[in-house]
């Protein structure tokens, strides 16, 4: 079946101007996760959404960060203002129960 | 100290080889140790995952726990050049507040030479 799907592949823009990532998680998943892999780390946990509870946010960098997700679909990750030290790979993963979390390919986000 | 370590590597064995791949972990309170592959620009992929002391085979991968020195492995018998990839150890909290976030380790790149 489909797996988690994530737009853009790439994404290169230039420092201060905003973007918008997205991400198509498996259908029937009702936890969707958002993580950051800069080079060299390991992936970083931004937010997590489950259903219609409220979303624990507590990862996300800064107040230039903001994510949506609506019902049990479509979720959005918004850097407004980007810096380079934005630049990362973008993975989104979903899951049915939160011990399996399946990934996305992930957006790579180039901040020039 | 890192919730989680790993050694990056890069690790470099032949074909047929047993690859031994470890992570270190500070606190007792994770309760769940996964291990993920990742290839070049791919996401990760779930490959084992356990929640308790001992070992659980699956294939040729072999995932160890050893809770008493938080310590996990996985093991990797006859490898494969399509074993070649970034390796990630990934541990979470048992019940209780944010049991859905998973710390991981940086990685470790491993190249498997026919």
């Known amino acids: 079946g489909a797996g988690v799907s994530q737009s853009p592949s790439n994404k290169v823009t230039e420092k201060g101007k905003d973007v918008e990532l997205r991400c198509d998680p498996i259908s029937g998943h009702t936890a969707l996760y958002w993580y950051r892999q800069r080079l060299g780390q390991g992936l970083e946990f931004l937010i997590y959404f489950q259903g219609n509870s409220a979303p624990d946010k507590s990862g996300l960098p800064s107040d230039r960060f903001s994510a949506e997700r609506t019902g049990e679909s479509v979720s959005t990750l918004t850097i407004q203002r980007t810096q380079q030290e934005d630049s990362a790979v973008y993975l989104c993963?979903?899951?049915?129960?939160?011990?399996?979390?399946?990934f996305g390919p992930g957006t790579r986000l180039t901040v020039t | 100290q890192k919730e989680v370590e790993q050694d990056p590597g890069p690790l470099s064995v032949p074909e047929g080889a047993i690859v031994s791949l470890n992570c270190t972990y500070s606190n007792s309170a994770f309760q769940y140790f996964m291990w993920y592959r990742q290839y070049s620009r791919k996401g990760p992929e779930l490959l084992m995952y356990t929640y308790s002391s001992g070992n659980k085979e699956d294939g040729r991968f072999t995932a160890q726990v050893d809770k008493s020195s938080k310590y996990i492995s996985l093991f990797i018998r006859d490898s494969q050049p399509s074993d070649s990839a970034t390796y990630l150890c990934?541990?979470?909290?048992?019940?209780?507040?944010?049991?859905?976030?998973?710390?991981f380790g940086k990685g470790t790149l491993l190249t498997v030479n026919p």
């Open positions: 993963a979903s899951s049915l129960v939160v011990d399996e979390q399946y």
């Open positions: 990934a541990i979470k909290r048992g019940s209780g507040g944010s049991n859905y976030k998973l710390t």
